[in-house]
């Protein structure tokens, strides 16, 4: 049978070891990552305080008990997208593009076809983590297997800078008196349910009743049982992690849309597409841009319009509304065959907390209203809406041709020059 070889990288104590690069006489010492007020919980923790039980998340007080000496340092959300960015572009030029980012401090890599040039994977893994530390000053462990989820376990084993390979039919061996909620995406209400049909460990999962899993989880069910039998997925999507922007393209194959509410369907699935694959990746982005592809198209077949926004977005709602400005603009009334929405200058939605205050763009989401966006992630697509959202769309159609232009979310430049 044939084999993948799947690297997975994971960055130590990654927001330790970012804010270290900049301040290098924290080498070394016990750090944590905290903003520092009494009740506050630690978001990161270096391995000499997780050495001395300092763990997150931990109220900070509490481990200052443990550790008087800790040094707190405020989180850099800045510095951690730009040199994650940073990483990801090294391995995709120096390594392989068939990469995959699945957080800021960890990614995928298909490495079959290239591991011979350095003869085995391990020695490979070493050169990998010998340029991240020489070029971007990072400590990095990697875990080696033929599929993703094996190689994600592997490299919890041997941290920090470690490198672990779990061969084919090692598994169970390896990880069998693993605890079932060490295993990534198994968290409390799911680890409760498997005890609750008496599974405690991997091995005891890896030797369940199949069908009784699934019963109990569902399609979590089927993925873990396949995981753990290492019948994991072995494929690298990239198609996530465009680094400089996120789109949803989509032909419609079915048949080509004439009217203004049928392609708008299309634009508002598209720009949730591009709200969820933003949220996971906790960006915002400030440059949106609609492509079309209309069907009696003479020279230019793709018409596209971009503008720049004066803050940056992410909610479905914002990008929808920017979509379908653009789409307006460009629109020749004919039939159409292809659209595509794209986010691009994507930053951390950590980092852009100030602009709300500059601007005063009354956008402060509410608890329930993330909570709202969340569950519309999981559910993968835009099920759930507010009660005040409701009305409030409600509202905004029945003003819809007086406060046209007040709707937008987002002023644009033109619209600010008036107040300078
Ligand atoms: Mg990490």
């Given amino acids: 049978m044939f084999m993948k070889v799947i690297l997975h990288l994971d960055l130590d104590s990654y927001f330790v070891s970012a ?74 030029n120096k390594i392989t593009q068939k990469i995959q980012v699945a957080s800021i401090d960890e990614c995928y890599l298909d490495v079959t076809d290239i591991y011979q040039k350095w003869e085995t994977p391990f020695k490979m893994a070493k050169y990998i983590q010998k340029i ?94 396949k995981n753990v039998n290492e019948k994991g997925s072995d494929t690298i999507d990239s198609s996530m992690n465009d680094l400089k922007g996120i789109g949803n393209s989509m032909t419609f194959m079915d048949k080509d849309r004439y009217k203004r509410k049928e392609i708008l369907e299309i634009i508002s699935h598209l720009s949730n597409m591009v709200a969820i694959r933003m949220n996971n990746r906790n960006l915002s982005g400030s440059v949106i841009s609609v492509s079309i592809k209309g069907i009696n198209n003479t020279g230019k077949s793709v018409v596209r319009k971009q503008e720049t926004l004066i803050r940056p977005i992410k909610t479905f709602d914002e990008i929808f509304k920017e979509a379908t400005y653009l789409f307006d603009e460009i629109w020749d009334g004919k039939g159409v065959k292809f659209a595509s929405v794209r986010m691009t200058k994507l930053e951390n939605i950590f980092n852009n907390s100030y602009q709300t205050s500059i601007f005063d763009i009354k956008n402060e989401k509410t608890k329930t209203s993330k909570i709202i966006d969340v569950l519309n992630s999981k559910l993968g697509e835009k099920t759930l809406i507010s009660l005040e959202e409701a009305e409030k769309t409600f509202n905004k159609k029945q003003h819809q041709s007086r406060f ?8 644009r430049y033109k619209d600010l020059k008036k107040y300078k």
């Avoid at 680890?191 to 009784?212: M, R, T, V």
């Fill in 19 to 92: 804010q270290r690069t900049i301040q290098p006489e924290l080498i070394g010492k016990p750090v944590v990552i905290t903003d520092g007020l009494k009740r506050s919980i630690i978001t990161a923790s270096s391995y000499e305080a997780k050495k001395r039980g300092v763990k997150v998340p931990m109220p900070f007080y509490e481990a200052k008990k443990i550790l008087p000496n800790l040094i707190a340092i405020k989180p850099n959300f800045a510095l951690y997208t730009v040199l994650s960015t940073k990483l990801f572009e090294l391995l995709s």
């Fill in 132 to 225: 991240v530390m020489q070029e971007l000053k990072l400590p990095i462990s990697i875990g080696i297997s033929n599929n993703k989820f094996v190689a994600k376990m592997s490299t919890q084993i041997n941290k920090p800078f470690g490198i672990t390979i779990t061969k084919p039919g090692d598994f169970k061996e390896k990880f069998g008196k693993w605890p079932t909620n060490k295993i990534h995406g198994v968290g409390g209400p799911t680890n409760d349910k498997l005890k609750s049909i008496g599974i405690e460990n991997i091995e005891q999962l890896i030797n369940a009743d199949e069908s009784k899993v699934i019963d109990l989880l569902g399609v979590v069910g089927k993925e873990l049982i």
């Fill in 404 to 411: 046209v232009e007040n709707d937008r979310i987002v002023k």
